[in-house]
């Protein structure tokens, strides 16, 4: 059904670029789903190596339209990137994940963190320190349970990220860098803010066994997090021969398909309530 999109323009015509068309179609669409209560957040695990128990989670967003079933982040975030939708969307996003973690801790469940993802374009709106601090006064989440993830295709202006991001860690929000190793800046990010956690990426890990520069690159990555005190993760951990080489180089936490794929709601509260009695 995915596809049906794509397949469905036969011809082509100078007029009528269907590309853009496209586009436009999904944008305006993008825009309704939010009032149609189209989207729906799924969480992924994050596991401590050592004690194999759930730490902490990812909210990843889902839409589920009513006509081409489920649309994958990577079809759409980037368009709502580009058209700025994604400063709305990444607001409800935050303000879902506040409120269901703290729907959890309520329910007695564990207290973890929720790690939520933020665009380029939420980071350079000028009241991103509002809105974090008016969403946890709004949901009464306490700080400490939230993480904000910045990936490092992010062009910042260093002087303001970093005082933004300083902000947010006395405010009691961690932040950590997402894609590690995949950006242009990745060292510039660890010398200049005041990060909690590293997510190395699954680029990395997929050929972690085989390919000895990827196996360098991932252990010199949980070296370098270590000596700066900063938690390693390896993300996109989907087999035992990755995890066994996380564990021999210490890595922190583990995110991936081995532990579990992104679930929904009843799913991870499932997992949540089995930790609590084991
Ligand atoms: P990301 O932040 O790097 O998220 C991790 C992606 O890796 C997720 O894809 C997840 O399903 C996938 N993944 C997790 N474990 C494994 C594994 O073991 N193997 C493989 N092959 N993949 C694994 P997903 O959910 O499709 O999201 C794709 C991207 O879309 C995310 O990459 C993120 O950049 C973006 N995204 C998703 N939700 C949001 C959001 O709420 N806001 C923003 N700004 N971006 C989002
Ligand atoms: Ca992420
Ligand atoms: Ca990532
Ligand atoms: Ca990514």
Not at 106 to 135: C, H, T
Not at 249 to 266: N, R
Request: charged residues 25%.
């Amino acid at each position: 059904v995915k596809e049906q999109g794509k397949n469905s323009f036969l011809f082509y015509t100078p007029e009528m670029d269907v590309v853009s068309l496209e586009r436009l179609t999904l944008e305006h669409e993008m825009r309704n789903a939010l009032l149609n209560n189209e989207y729906e957040l799924y969480y992924q695990p994050q596991v401590e190596m050592n004690t194999e128990r759930i730490i902490g989670m990812e909210a990843l967003i889902r839409w589920n339209h009513p006509h081409k079933g489920r649309i994958p982040p990577g079809e759409f975030i980037p368009l709502a990137e580009e058209s700025g939708f994604i400063v709305t969307l990444g607001e409800w996003v935050l303000e879902q994940a506040c409120i269901q973690n703290k729907r959890w801790q309520d329910a007695g469940l564990p207290p973890i963190p929720v790690s939520v993802n933020l665009s380029v374009r939420q980071f350079e709106q000028k009241n991103l320190m509002e809105v974090v601090q008016e969403v946890l006064r709004r949901t009464g989440l306490p700080p400490q349970y939230l993480e904000l993830e910045i990936t490092e295709t992010m062009t910042l202006d260093v002087d303001r990220a970093s005082k933004v991001l300083s902000q947010l860690k006395q405010m009691g929000v961690s932040i950590s860098i997402d894609d590690f190793g995949t950006g242009y800046s990745s060292l510039h990010y660890l010398k200049n803010f005041p990060i909690h956690r590293l997510k190395i990426d699954r680029s990395f890990v997929r050929d972690l066994e085989h390919d000895p520069n990827d196996a360098a690159i991932v252990s010199a990555i949980i070296a370098l997090g270590h000596t700066m005190n900063i938690h390693v993760i390896a993300e996109g951990v989907e087999n035992t021969g990755q995890l066994r080489f996380l564990q021999e180089h210490a890595c922190d936490e583990i995110q991936g398909y081995y532990f579990s794929p992104p679930i929904p709601v009843p799913e991870i509260e499932m997992m949540l309530q089995d930790q609590l009695v084991s």
